[in-house]
């Protein structure tokens, strides 16, 4: 099982950027599918971003497309989710997830969870 520490949350303005750091453990990480979701108040958990195991095929939620980007870094088992242009919206806990598959226009996370970082994007 793949275990997950993300950091890299913080407060930001309206318009600005942040980087987020997921450093995973665990001998299958090279091969999962990893995935970004969050969590505002009120709502539901929400996909936001997944990256292939080769990093070569990457998806996103519509909210966030042309704004965030995914990226991994196999040899140093971490997982990147660099956000520009934020919005209010955006303000949420942000959670890596271990193993993302999609089904239909759906994402599930099939695997563990990390703790979660806040992101709060002041207007």
């Known amino acids: 099982q793949v275990q997950m520490v993300e950091s890299g949350g913080g407060l930001v303005q309206a318009g600005g950027s942040l980087r987020l750091s997921c450093a995973a453990s665990?001998?299958?990480?090279?091969?999962?599918?990893m995935g970004w979701f969050r969590q505002a108040p009120g709502k539901e958990r929400e996909f936001v971003a997944a990256?292939?195991?080769?990093?070569?095929?990457?998806y996103y939620a519509d909210s966030v497309k042309g704004r965030f980007t995914i990226s991994r870094d196999n040899a140093k088992n971490t997982v990147y989710l660099q956000m520009n242009t934020l919005k209010p919206e955006d303000t949420a806990v942000y959670y890596c997830?271990?193993?993302?598959?999609?089904?239909?226009?759906?994402?599930?996370?099939?695997?563990?969870w990390g703790q979660g970082t806040q992101v709060t994007v002041s207007s």
């Open positions: 997830a271990a193993s993302v598959a999609s089904y239909g226009s759906s994402w599930y996370n099939l695997g563990s």
């Open positions: 665990g001998r299958t990480f090279s091969r999962s599918t």
């Open positions: 990256i292939s195991w080769s990093g070569g095929a990457t």
